[in-house]
């Protein structure tokens, strides 16, 4: 797990600049940014982009996924035109299972530098459609206190869809050793009070997904933004977030 505070602008600014600035984010100069994740796995050689359903005016994403080393940004307009499916949620735009396989398609062809991709997920942002609009989504058992119909079990067939559409894009034929990391940006934010309670205020999530060879060969997991100078660091050649 990792502490999380605020909402999701405040995720990322955890996850790509390692700070707690929050909503700061959207109006710092480029010096207060200049320590971001994006410019320095730039600095190693990787090619950045940045994935996110919505459009890029949504809380200056646009702006700001720039100003911190974002090489390449695609938002909902972009994805449209590719031909992606919109999800009809709290917040329409691209389905996230479909960025998922755009994704898959980007990393299974051989490129001359190495990836980092952040993508921020949409769908499963509340309020949420009851029951959800998945037409395969995943059982909403009783051993998982989940009963079908309710706000909680449409939240987790959201979240485990996409859960497997990161699963299929992990175990794909991608050009190169991949390392998938998969965290939370805040707790769900249910009204229902019950709900709220059965998640924790404090923490998220933080999952990794290393390639076998590379989980076998190293010992040293390294999460939050850790980055080793060039001669020490792991040489994974793809990332996505």
């Known amino acids: 797990t990792v502490p999380f505070h605020g909402s999701t602008i405040a995720g990322e600014a955890r996850e790509l600049c390692g700070n707690s600035m929050s909503f700061h984010l959207l109006s710092a100069s480029a010096n207060e ?12 050689g990787y090619h950045d982009i940045a994935l996110h359903g919505m459009g890029g005016s949504m809380f200056s994403r646009s702006t700001w996924y720039r100003t911190i080393g974002f090489q390449e940004i695609w938002f909902n307009d972009r994805f449209r035109q590719q031909g992606l499916p919109d999800c009809m949620d709290a917040f329409v735009g691209t389905c996230d299972a479909a960025i998922a396989d755009w994704i898959k398609r980007r990393l299974e062809v051989q490129s001359a530098d190495p990836y980092f991709v952040h993508w921020m997920t949409l769908n499963s942002h509340l309020p949420l459609l009851v029951p959800s609009i998945l037409p395969d989504g995943a059982p909403c058992l009783p051993a ?70 590379e989980n076998n060969s190293s010992s040293r997991i390294l999460a939050h933004n850790t980055i080793l100078p060039p001669e020490k660091a792991p040489q994974p050649s793809g990332q996505t977030r």
């Open 144 to 213: 998982l206190s989940l009963a079908p119909r309710t706000p909680l079990c449409s939240w987790y067939q959201l979240v485990a869809n996409v859960h497997q559409s990161v699963s299929q894009l992990a175990m794909g034929a991608l050009a190169r050793p991949t390392i998938f990391v998969i965290v939370g940006d805040h707790a769900p934010p249910f009204v229902d009070t019950a709900l709220r309670n059965r998640f924790s205020q404090t923490v998220v999530p933080y999952v990794l997904l290393l390639p076998r060879q």
């Open 33 to 44: 940014l200049n320590g971001c994740l994006p410019a320095r796995l730039t600095a190693l």
